[in-house]
């Protein structure tokens, strides 16, 4: 037997060991089972997570995605996305988001509830055995509803200083934007978040965990959490996790310079902080309203001149240059950054090279685990797509579209951050 024969029967035999030992593809019903039963699963708990994540290599799989095919199954995974969940009472008034084995999670719905063309989020103040829905919807109601939009005013879970970030609050608060948006066609482009006094706080701080959510904040005689020097109890920085997430955030923060409950000089410091953050990253639009003699009280023209000021803006899904640092392990997804076990604290800022078609990505903590995301919106998918992390090439191909990526962040019920594609880092 010739030297070329026996080469070529044995790749053949390599070829069909290979193809032997290669897992089989679930079959279509499968997919949509498996699908299901991941948009099902809790992502917050570490079973829920560890559910999804096989589930995840289950469909590995499938083979890449055509074009059609991609957009046949964002389609039907935002579809199943959107029964996935429960809805809120449409009615105004009082209702309570979980009933057994108590009821918990209480919430507020005001403003427009029919064709309403945003989402308010109306935080209320408080603090330590103190606050109540009613007093942001009292605030905010009125207001809400000349502009056009549906409010929700929910109700910390535990009344403490730092309500909106205990007790599972923060994540209630993004359980009942999701299902405001099953519940009304709500533009996902055009929710907002305000709030008075620990309200602002709350408006500051979830409106930066999560400001791929946001179109623009409105935090009214609020701070986020300052930290204090040890030796001489002066503010040294704003708590981590806020002001660099907030590069691509509207923000208008109202402060009276006389407020006794809510001094000045923690807001003062923040906006500071955002002025560096901007001459280092671009971005940042915000506007400091300070006045004086309004002690504790709305600014002047109420609620009604707040929200005005970020009644027109739009949230951009996909922006050119994104800055994250972490705080919460169970945010995992940011604009078009994916990190499975993002490190809190650490400064992740990704940038897109559209003429080169390139993604550059710097992370200041070990990146395992972090990926970049991709469709058409963002990089030509047919052309060779070069990624980089900390300057090195880390990637050059063409992306394919996966059946793994789409489910991955088809899960948020967001059509605007579902993504076909996914590089990772490490």
């Not at 989402?119 to 207001?143: N, T, V, Y």
């Not at 991955?408 to 076909?420: H, K, S």
Request: charged share 25%.
């Amino acid at each position: 037997m010739r030297l070329c024969e026996s080469s070529m029967i044995l790749a053949s035999a390599w070829a069909v060991m290979f193809l032997a030992q290669a897992p089989k593809p679930p079959s279509a019903s499968i997919q949509k089972k498996l699908a299901t039963a991941y948009l099902a699963a809790d992502a917050r708990s570490t079973a829920g997570r560890q559910e999804q994540l096989a589930i995840l290599a289950k469909l590995a799989s499938v083979p890449p995605l055509r074009r059609s095919a991609a957009l046949a199954w964002k389609k039907k995974l935002l579809a199943l996305a959107a029964k996935a969940g429960p809805k809120l009472k449409k009615k105004s008034g009082r209702a309570w988001f979980w009933h057994k084995p108590q009821k918990r999670g209480l919430y507020i719905v005001g403003g427009r509830t029919r064709r309403p063309k945003g989402l308010l989020i109306g935080m209320h103040g408080g603090g330590k055995g103190a606050g109540d829905a009613g007093a942001s919807h009292g605030a905010f109601q009125a207001a809400a509803s000349k502009l056009g939009w549906v409010a929700v005013f929910p109700q910390v879970l535990k009344k403490t200083e730092h309500g909106w970030t205990d007790s599972g609050t923060e994540e209630f608060v993004l359980d009942l934007v999701a299902a405001a948006r099953r519940t009304w066609k709500i533009d996902p482009n055009r929710v907002f978040f305000a709030g008075h006094s620990m309200g602002g706080y709350g408006s500051w701080t979830l409106g930066a965990h999560h400001a791929d959510v946001v179109a623009a904040i409105a935090p009214s005689a609020g701070a986020p959490t300052p930290v204090l020097s040890r030796e001489t109890q002066q503010i040294v920085d704003i708590e981590a996790g806020v002001v660099p997430s907030l590069r691509n955030v509207p923000m208008i923060i109202y402060q009276s310079g006389d407020d006794p409950q809510v001094p000045p000089e923690v807001n003062r410091f923040a906006v500071k902080a955002l002025a560096r953050a901007k001459k280092k990253w671009g971005g940042f639009p915000f506007e400091y309203w300070e006045v004086d003699g309004r002690g504790h009280a709305l600014p002047p023209g109420g609620t009604a001149a707040l929200l005005a000021k970020i009644a027109k803006r739009v949230r951009n899904p996909v922006p050119e240059k994104i800055v994250w640092q972490p705080k919460l392990a169970w945010k995992r997804q940011f604009y078009w950054l994916h990190w499975e076990k993002p490190i809190a604290g650490a400064i992740v800022v990704a940038r897109l090279d559209k003429q080169g078609n390139r993604v550059l990505v710097e992370c200041d903590k070990p990146a395992a685990g972090l990926s970049v995301l991709l469709d058409r919106r963002l990089v030509d998918m047919d052309q060779e797509v070069y990624v980089e992390l900390n300057g090195k090439e880390v990637f050059r191909g063409k992306p394919r579209a996966t059946l793994p990526t789409l489910l991955l962040t088809a899960a948020r019920n967001d059509a605007d951050l579902v993504f076909e594609a996914r590089v990772p880092l490490r």
